[in-house]
T-cell receptor
Framework: DAKTTQPPSMDCAEGRAANLPCNHSTISGNEYVYWYRQIHSQGPQYIIHGLKNNETNEMASLIITEDRKSSTLILPHATLRDTAVYYCIVSPGHTNDYKLSFGAGTTVTVRA | NAGVTQTPKFQVLKTGQSMTLQCAQDMNHNSMYWYRQDPGMGLRLIYYSASEGTTDKGEVPNGYNVSRLNKREFSLRLESAAPSQTSVYFC?????????????FGAGSRLTVL
C-alpha cells in the first residue's frame, strides 16, 4: 500500500472550514484515498473516499489533485464535535485486497 | 441496526491467562478484521477474514489466534496473555465491494494484562 503523510496536529475555529492535507506521492493507479476519523477512543468512523474525482457527502468534501499525489479533506463548518484524529489512507479498491493500514493521523482540535 | 458488537468492553488479565474477544456484525458483510491500538498510536491490523472460512495474518499476528465462526462472528483469542498485549482492540467489518472497502468499526475492547 502507498504511504501517506499527514501533519501531526492542527487547530481550527468553530464555524470555519477545516482543511486537512494528506500527501500520498507514491499512490498507484488503482488505489483509492479514504478518510476516517476517531473521536476520543471510540472506534474509527468512515468519512469519505475517492479515486480521481472530487467527492462530497453530508460530512465532508474530498479534493484530490490532478496528479493524485495529494488530497485535502474539507470539513465545511467545523464544530466542537469534529475534534478527533483524522486518518488518510490509500488502498487498492479491488476485491483481492481487504486491508486498510492506519498511520498516526492528524489530531484536529476545534476551538470555540 | 447494532452494526459491529464487541464483547467484553473491558477486561483485566494476569500474565499467562487466556481469553477470547468476541465480535459480531449484523450487516451481512463478507470481511471482518481485528486491529489493536496502543496509546497515542494508530491502529495495527492483527488478523483479517476476507470471507467466511478464510483468515489471514495482518501486521502484528504473533500471540493471537482467530476464528471466523460464521459470516456474522469473528473471534480473537489470546492463548497466553503478555503485558505487551495491553491495548484497545477494535473489530471491524466491510462489504468488500470493488472500489469501496468501507470499514465499520465496533466500540472497542480495552484489555489490560498485569
Amino acid at each position: 500500500d502507498a504511504k501517506t503523510t499527514q501533519p501531526p496536529s492542527m487547530d481550527c475555529a468553530e464555524g470555519r472550514a477545516a482543511n486537512l492535507p494528506c500527501n500520498h506521492s507514491t499512490i498507484s493507479g488503482n488505489e483509492y484515498v479514504y478518510w476516517y476519523r476517531q473521536i476520543h477512543s471510540q472506534g474509527p468512523q468512515y468519512i469519505i473516499h475517492g479515486l480521481k474525482n472530487n467527492e462530497t457527502n453530508e460530512m465532508a468534501s474530498l479534493i484530490i489533485t490532478e496528479d493524485r499525489k495529494s488530497s485535502t479533506l474539507i470539513l465545511p463548518h467545523a464544530t466542537l464535535r469534529d475534534t478527533a484524529v483524522y486518518y488518510c489512507i490509500v488502498s487498492p479498491g479491488h476485491t483481492n485486497d481487504y486491508k486498510l493500514s492506519f498511520g498516526a493521523g492528524t489530531t484536529v482540535t476545534v476551538r470555540a | 441496526n447494532a452494526g459491529v458488537t464487541q464483547t467484553p468492553k473491558f477486561q483485566v488479565l494476569k500474565t499467562g491467562q487466556s481469553m477470547t474477544l468476541q465480535c459480531a456484525q449484523d450487516m451481512n458483510h463478507n470481511s471482518m478484521y481485528w486491529y489493536r491500538q496502543d496509546p497515542g498510536m494508530g491502529l495495527r491490523l492483527i488478523y483479517y477474514s476476507a470471507s467466511e472460512g478464510t483468515t489471514d495474518k495482518g501486521e502484528v499476528p504473533n500471540g493471537y489466534n482467530v476464528s471466523r465462526l460464521n459470516k456474522r462472528e469473528f473471534s480473537l483469542r489470546l492463548e497466553s496473555a503478555a503485558p505487551s498485549q495491553t491495548s484497545v482492540y477494535f473489530c471491524a467489518s466491510s462489504a468488500s465491494r470493488v472500489g469501496a472497502n468501507v470499514l465499520t468499526f465496533g466500540a472497542g475492547s480495552r484489555l489490560t494484562v498485569l
